[in-house]
């Protein structure tokens, strides 16, 4: 078999010689980036785990930053908004999700508080009358503590939690007092 001319100017590199750390790191927040929107925090843990050092790992993220690829900010302010609507989750909630994939605070904070009480409020009624659906065996006490505690695991305060599904029983003529 005759061997073939090596490419004098090919932009990868040959088989078998590692690439360079830039490259890695680059190839790597592509990759992930492809598949949905990443925070920096997050990009930042893959490429330590890749072995990427750390001030390439910098530079790269900061290049990302400047054209737009990673966003943190515009990462919250979609990530709120989705999680609200197809999840239900209330403030508490997605601040605590942001907090965890590494969006800083100062950050979080304006795309949490474009949620206001009354979208709260409003997403909170929709979840409790579509649970209601399924509780229609339920005793009516205990049905009333069940949307209470799915609430309060969205995130939403006890105080809402209690009113909302008090005046959504009451529009199905149900009476209870949820907390007990």
Same mark, same amino acid.
């Given at each position: 078999m005759p061997e073939e001319p090596a490419a004098e100017h090919s932009d990868v590199p040959a088989v078998g010689l590692p690439a360079d750390p830039e490259s890695v790191a680059r190839?790597?927040?592509?990759?992930?980036?492809?598949?949905?929107?990443?925070?920096?925090?997050? #990009? /930042?843990? =893959? +490429?330590r785990r890749q072995g990427v050092p !750390?001030?390439? %790992?910098?530079?790269?993220?900061?290049?990302?930053?400047e054209v737009g690829l990673v966003d943190d900010a515009a990462f919250a302010q979609q990530w709120v908004h989705s999680r609200h609507v197809s999840r239900g989750l209330a403030r508490k909630? #997605? /601040?605590? =999700? +942001?907090?965890?994939?590494?969006?800083? !605070?100062?950050? %979080?904070?304006?795309?949490?508080?474009?949620?206001?009480?009354?979208?709260?409020?409003?997403?909170?009624?929709?979840?409790?009358?579509r649970r209601m659906l399924e509780l229609g065996s339920v005793e009516q006490v205990t049905a009333a503590r069940r949307l209470v505690a799915m609430l309060g695991r969205k995130g939403y305060?006890?105080?809402?939690a209690d009113g909302v599904v008090r005046a959504v029983l009451a529009e199905h003529g149900v009476f209870v007092e949820p907390d007990g």
């Open positions: 190839a790597i927040c592509l990759r992930l980036l492809t598949g949905r929107p990443r925070t920096r925090a997050e #990009l /930042a843990g =893959e +490429l !750390d001030d390439t %790992a910098t530079a790269v993220l900061d290049r990302f930053g909630a #997605l /601040a605590a =999700e +942001l907090r965890r994939r590494g969006v800083d !605070d100062a950050l %979080a904070g304006p795309a949490v508080a474009a949620l206001d009480d009354d979208d709260e409020e409003r997403r909170a009624r929709q979840l409790v009358r305060p006890k105080e809402l």
